[in-house]
Nanobody, 123 residues
């Protein structure tokens, strides 16, 4: 399985970014997709998840109303649209996949991670 995150960068507070994650080596349409993030010296935390069909999504409280997860099952890509970015959103963002769709996803539920994409929000 390969997870290729992209789209990070440096943005001013209040700005927007769209992250992408291209997945290969697995049947994408049979995997629920997730975004996590890890800020310096902090634990990796859940950001958002999306069902295989795209018909259900869930967000961490800090992401509600600002972030939108979506997926393109024809392209094997999951997206994270981030608006109203804050300096506290500065982190490495990772995508991942799972056959389960837990109510409270934890980093420990996933076996391996890609390299992620760095998001830096300046004040």
């Amino acid at each position: 399985v390969q997870l290729m995150e992209s789209g990070g960068g440096l943005v001013q507070a209040g700005g927007s970014l769209r992250l992408s994650c291209r997945v290969s080596g697995v049947t994408f349409t049979r995997r629920h997709m997730y975004w996590f993030r890890q800020a310096p010296e902090k634990e990796r935390e859940f950001v958002a998840q999306i069902l295989t069909t795209g018909l259900d999504t869930k967000y961490a409280d800090f992401a509600k109303g600002r972030f939108t997860i979506s997926r393109d099952n024809t392209m094997n890509v999951v997206y994270l649209e981030m608006n109203g970015l804050k300096p506290d959103d500065t982190a490495v963002y990772y995508c991942n996949l799972h056959t389960l769709y837990p109510a409270t996803p934890q980093s420990a539920d996933f076996r391996s991670w890609g390299q992620g994409t760095q998001v830096t929000v300046s004040s």
